[in-house]
C-alpha cells in the first residue's frame, strides 16, 4: 500500500519560512513526478509545485521566487521550501506522486495545515 505523510506545517507569521516534506512508503519514488498542492477554505484545490522525475520543476505564478520544489530519491522525499509567506499562502498542503499512462497511478497524502498570520 502506497503511502505519502506531510509534515512541517505549522503556523508562521508574515515573512517567515517554513519546509515542508512528504515521505513515500512502498513506492519506487524515483520514477514518479511529485507534486506541493494547495486548498484554502472556499477554494479549488491548485498545484503550487511540480518537480518530475527528471528533476525539472514549475510553480504557480503566486508563489514564484518564494517557494523551492526538490526531491531526495535517497529519501524517498519531495520538500517544498516556503520563504516570504504571506497571509493568503493559507491552506491545507498535500503531497501528490504521479505516474501517467500507461501506468495511470496518481496517490495523495493526508495534507497538513499552513497558517500564516500574524
Keep these: 500500500q502506497v503511502q505519502l505523510v506531510e509534515s ?17 512508503s512502498r513506492i519506487n519514488f524515483s520514477i514518479y513526478a511529485m507534486g506541493w498542492y494547495r486548498q484554502a477554505p472556499g477554494k479549488q484545490r491548485e498545484l503550487v509545485a511540480g518537480i518530475t522525475s527528471g528533476g525539472s520543476t ?11 520544489i526538490s526531491r531526495d530519491n ?9 520563504n516570504s509567506l504571506k497571509p493568503e499562502d493559507t491552506a491545507v498542503y498535500y503531497c501528490n506522486a504521479e505516474r501517467p499512462i500507461p501506468w495511470g497511478e496518481n496517490y495523495w497524502g493526508q495534507g497538513t495545515q499552513v497558517t500564516v498570520s500574524s
Excluded at 512541517?8 to 513515500?24: D, I
Excluded at 514549475?58 to 523551492?68: E, H, I, L, M, Q
Excluded at 535517497?74 to 516556503?82: E, I
Design 74 to 82: 535517497a529519501k524517498n522525499t519531495v520538500y517544498l521550501q516556503m
Design 58 to 68: 514549475n510553480y504557480a505564478d503566486s508563489v514564484k521566487g518564494r517557494f523551492t
Design 8 to 24: 512541517g506545517g505549522g503556523l508562521v507569521q508574515p515573512g517567515g519560512s517554513l519546509r515542508l516534506s512528504c515521505t513515500a
